[in-house]
Nanobody, 120 residues
Framework: QVQLVESGGGLVQAGGSLRLSCAAS????????MGWFRQAPGKQRELVAT??????TTYADSVKGRFTVSDNAKNTVYLQMNSLKPEDTAVYYC???????????????WGQGTQVTVSS
């Protein structure tokens, strides 16, 4: 069993900051990458930022320069969100590519989601 537990969402005014955290736990042998996706009402889920086990990062164009993804090398990923805009309002989901113990393949796991609301 593998679980991803997110925390840190909430309500913030435009221009403010929030920090999301996501901790992976369970029968984990290896994590290839972790990251964040978001889904706004009526829209498809989209990639926000990812970080690989080697430290390479990827960002959506809409968040470059404002958001920073990082990890602690202990199965936890963070998303520091600065200069937040109303269009950043969405449910943010943690994602991880994990190989469970006693298995040979990586598969995607998802957190339950955390709401981020940015008021204008």
């Amino acid at each position: 069993q593998v679980q991803l537990v997110e925390s840190g969402g909430g309500l913030v005014q435009a221009g403010g900051s929030l920090r999301l955290s996501c901790a992976a736990s369970g029968s984990i042998a290896s994590i290839n990458a972790m990251g964040w996706f978001r889904q706004a009402p009526g829209k498809q889920r989209e990639l926000v930022a990812t970080i690989t086990s080697g430290g390479s990062t990827t960002y959506a164009d809409s968040v470059k320069g404002r958001f920073t993804v990082s990890d602690n090398a202990k199965n936890t990923v963070y998303l520091q969100m600065n200069s937040l805009k109303p269009e950043d309002t969405a449910v943010y989901y943690c994602n991880a590519a994990i190989r469970r113990t006693m298995t040979a393949v990586f598969r995607d796991y998802w957190g339950q989601g955390t709401q981020v609301t940015v008021s204008s």
